[in-house]
């Protein structure tokens, strides 16, 4: 038998079945033992280890199951996400991870039971949501690497589904004028018209105030979105910054939206005048009539879609 000192791990030949076994002592004070059927074989086994352990990668086993890791790394992973991006990854395991891999112990996660989890969910969701229940899974477990929970990220062994191309539907010259035409006369007429002229995102345009547009030069500033909050936050719309710097931009104006919208803040000065109230350039350019910002969804969306409809 071939001893080391402690820390270094030792190795030997067992009497009962002649294999060769190397034997190592944890950071923790536990020993990790090692098998191999010969003595060069199980000897590179432990220098690899010993590697490992050096550079802080080697995890202590535990019986640690999937559902505590994961609810530990929630509770951390807000503190770096939006609260919406939080809730969808708090969904996603709740409804697709857990339910299927929540009772397997950590260090015991396999790319099998992530194909098979995978191959269950094709046939129920589309390939762009089992890539995101991928790609949530492949975060949690990255961070358990950086951790040094876990030695390797075993969603790295496993293909992930692909998603379906999404080809935008983009109106024609002639549905533009039909559109434009079908609108003329709409509560929504300037939203809609700087949707059509710009292409941002509803959130966007519900969530742009006077003081983001300049007139004089004919420039929007694109700042803030509203968005849906997480239902622990209380539910309903609420002003959120944007998610990326690429986000925040800022549009050139044609001239004709230019002095559309400088009708269209002369008449909200007006109103709010004989209503004796103040003028303020952090108003939004859109709301209701009690001074809120639209809802998005359902005074936005929903109106476009019925408006769609109108004009065939």
């Known amino acids: 038998m071939t001893k080391r000192g402690n820390g270094e791990g030792s ?50 086993t535990s019986k640690t199951k999937m559902s505590e890791y994961i609810e530990g790394w929630l509770e951390n992973y807000k503190r770096g996400v939006r609260p919406n991006t939080h809730q969808r990854a708090c969904e996603i395991m709740r409804l697709h991870i857990l339910p299927t891999l929540g009772n397997i112990q950590l260090d015991k996660l396999t790319p099998q039971h992530l194909d098979r989890l995978y191959s269950k969910k094709l046939k129920e969701l589309s390939p762009t949501t089992v890539q995101t229940i991928h790609n949530t899974l492949h975060k949690a477990l990255s961070d358990a690497v950086k951790q040094g929970i876990l030695l390797i990220n075993v969603s790295e062994r496993v293909e992930a589904p692909r998603k379906n191309e999404y080809e935008a539907r983009v109106f024609s010259e002639e549905e533009t004028r039909t559109f434009l035409i079908a609108i003329r006369n709409h509560s929504l007429y300037v939203l809609l018209l700087i949707d059509v002229s710009t ?8 969530a742009l105030k006077w003081n983001d547009i300049d007139l004089k030069r004919g420039i929007l500033q694109v700042r803030r979105a509203i968005v849906r909050r997480p239902t622990e936050l209380g539910g309903g719309y609420a002003e959120a910054p944007l998610k990326t710097k690429r986000s925040r931009r800022s549009i050139m104006l044609p001239a004709y939206i230019v002095a559309i919208l400088e009708q269209y803040r002369a008449q909200q000065i007006s109103i709010m005048q004989q209503n004796g109230q103040p003028w303020d350039e952090q108003r939004w350019l859109f709301c209701k009539p009690d001074g809120n910002h639209l809802n998005p969804q359902h005074d936005v969306y929903e109106e476009f879609k019925v408006t769609l409809s109108k004009a065939g």
Do not use: N
């Open 11 to 60: 190795v030997f030949q067992r009497k009962s079945d002649k294999k060769w076994v190397a034997s190592i002592t944890l950071d923790d004070g536990k020993r990790k033992v090692l098998y191999g059927k010969t003595k060069k074989e199980v000897t590179e086994k432990l220098i690899k280890v010993r590697c490992e352990q050096q550079q802080g990668m080697l995890s202590v």
């Open 199 to 206: 292409g941002m995102r509803r959130g966007e345009i519900v």
